[in-house]
């Protein structure tokens, strides 16, 4: 791994559904575009209500049956992760309030945003949706979510760094 690598962390609120979806869904973009030694992909939760759990088994099934594979273990997000990332992308404002309010946040020089402000398709603010409660199609909806955000996301870092 590149010491200048790009590293990203997608963050919701039990690192369950959504942002191991993300993580999924961009660990292979990174690896489908071959940069899998410059760009490193996490996921965390804001919460530690799963610490330790693999992904919620709705989510795992949505994204195998696309080609992915949600691999990540949930943990939860702290201060230390703001020194570790450039990139530190919330599933919604409600997470996005909770990590601005940590300490580390206040001398954070990343990149802390909402997720799909880099999906182009996306209204400015958008959330992206929690499944947990809901049918399954809410895991399909989320998977085109985070289809379309890392791609995004990736141009935009691609775009950045010149490559």
């Not at 880099?118 to 409660?133: E, I, L, V």
Request: glycine share 10%; net charge negative.
């Amino acid at each position: 791994m590149s010491e200048d690598a790009v590293r990203v962390c997608f963050v919701c609120l039990g690192n369950i559904c959504r942002s191991p979806t993300a993580d999924g869904v961009m660990v292979a973009l990174v690896e489908q575009a071959g940069l899998s030694d410059r760009v490193v992909v996490d996921s965390a939760g804001t919460s530690a209500y799963h610490v330790g759990e693999g992904a919620d088994r709705r989510s795992a099934a949505v994204a195998r049956g696309r080609g992915y594979h949600l691999t990540s273990r949930s943990r939860q997000f702290v201060d230390a992760d703001f020194q570790r990332f450039d990139y530190v992308l919330a599933m919604d404002r409600s997470n996005l309030r909770n990590m601005q309010r940590m300490a580390g946040a206040r001398s954070f020089s990343g990149t802390l945003r909402l997720f799909r402000d880099f999906d182009p398709h996306s209204p400015p603010g958008a959330d992206t949706p929690d499944p947990y409660y809901g049918g399954p199609k809410g895991f399909d909806d989320v998977l085109d979510l985070c289809e379309r955000g890392c791609q995004g996301l990736l141009d935009h870092i691609k775009a950045e760094r010149g490559w």
